[in-house]
């Protein structure tokens, strides 16, 4: 299963669009980018995942590049309570979801 | 989203005792289920891949005697640390994911609330 990369931490107002980037230059072909966050003391949470189109739902949306090296996470309107640690995971739908570090992001009243 | 329950929330136990955690999927039925264990600020680390009526599998450097793990229904996998010592006190997470073909395919996990277990 391919590595990411994230930034260890960002901060982000409230009410503005969070970016969390994710860089995944080994990705293949049969690999998919799962976004997953992990609140404070609590289980992780499912967010969205995709092979190579943009997705959308009700949480956020993923754009992933062409090359599919790279992927961006879109909160559109940030509050207090997305505070929390995102992982981006790639791995084909055989594998097993291996956590990295993920980006602590921190939104400020 | 699909609900994965998992009990006890928090258990303390003496040195040398066995603690068992349970991890329940309400409202699907999970053909795969997976435990993690979490350190203070660290990442949640892999532990053991449980197939309903199969043994486990576990990750290089898990002891399989001594975390238990038993996965006897499509519904149900247990988590027992058997000896419990202090360095084994973590944050212990559960999840489960479906071969269904409904909307809760797509190998999505859903994970437990975790279980804080601090040993005395």
């Known amino acids: 299963d391919a590595k990411t990369t994230q930034p260890p931490s960002m901060d982000c107002a409230e009410g503005r669009a969070a970016n969390l980037p994710c860089n995944h230059s080994t990705i293949s072909g049969n690999e998919y980018v799962y976004w997953y966050r992990q609140i404070h003391s609590q289980g992780p949470q499912y967010i969205i995942h995709g092979l190579k189109n943009n997705e959308t739902n009700e949480m956020a949306s993923l754009i992933i590049t062409e090359d599919r090296k790279s992927s961006t996470l879109i909160l559109p309107h940030a509050t207090l309570r997305d505070t929390a640690v995102y992982y981006c995971i790639v791995y084909n739908q055989g594998g097993k979801l291996i956590f990295g570090q993920g980006t602590e992001l921190s939104v400020k009243p | 989203g699909a609900v994965v329950s998992q009990h006890p929330s928090r258990v303390i136990c003496k040195s040398g005792t066995s603690v068992k955690i349970e991890c329940r999927s309400l409202?699907?039925?999970?053909?795969?289920m997976f435990w993690y264990r979490q350190f203070p600020k660290q990442s949640l680390m892999l532990m053991a891949t449980?197939?309903?009526?199969?043994?486990?599998?576990?990750e290089q450097g898990v002891e399989k005697d001594k975390f238990l793990i038993n996965h006897a229904s499509l519904t149900l996998s247990t988590l027992t640390v058997t000896s419990a010592h202090p360095e084994d006190s973590s944050f212990y997470i559960c999840?489960?994911?479906?071969?269904?073909?409904?909307?809760?395919?797509?190998?999505?996990?859903?994970f437990g609330a975790g279980t804080r277990l601090s040993v005395l």
């Open positions: 999840s489960a994911k479906t071969a269904g073909l409904a909307v809760l395919a797509k190998n999505i996990q859903y």
């Open positions: 409202d699907f039925q999970a053909t795969t």
């Open positions: 449980s197939n309903e009526g199969s043994k486990a599998t576990y």
